[in-house]
């Protein structure tokens, strides 16, 4: 698994809660009382803001975010929003949870819009990232069109 500097894994915490905030209305509009979702980032924010971990925390609020996914699962693009924001939080523990932020809300695009809008959130996405860790990330993301069907996908491997 490739080990993050401390300074480099708040950089990408900070990147998942911006992906995922972006994606987040598409849960908060159909379940405008369920705040779990929101919950997680405010928890990832916090941590980013002070530096201050506590793993009740972070995993309470990363597994109530993705319970209010599998409670959201006859929406898809809802789905997406909640586990976006519960891969953002769990950064704070474990660097390579900020692709799953990203990737979710990749996924919520696909979801609603056209290629060319999971496109352009992907090169929104890939800007938002210094250049020393954009490569490394963006190119384990996949897109692929196969008729109207967009598939997002993120490659792991070894040094995942």
């Given at each position: 698994?490739k ?6 894994q ?122 020393h ?28």
């Open positions: 698994m080990k993050y500097s401390k300074n480099d708040k950089v990408m915490a900070q990147w998942a809660v911006d992906c995922a905030e972006r994606v987040l209305s598409f849960f908060e509009d159909i379940y405008p009382d369920d705040n779990r979702p929101r919950k997680a980032l405010e928890t990832c924010r916090t941590w980013i803001r002070t530096g201050v971990f506590k793993m009740a925390d972070i995993r309470g609020t990363s597994l109530a975010s993705h319970s209010a996914a599998r409670n959201a699962k006859e929406n898809p693009s809802a789905c997406f929003a909640a586990r976006a924001a519960g891969q953002a939080v769990a950064t704070a523990h474990v660097p390579q949870h900020a692709y799953g932020g990203a990737y979710y809300a990749l996924k919520v695009i696909a979801a609603t819009d056209s290629y060319e809008a999971v496109k352009k959130e992907f090169d929104w996405q890939s800007e938002q990232l210094p250049i860790l954009r490569e490394g990330i963006m190119n384990r993301v996949i897109i692929q069109k196969s008729g109207n069907k967009i598939t997002i996908k993120l490659q792991k491997d070894k040094n995942f």
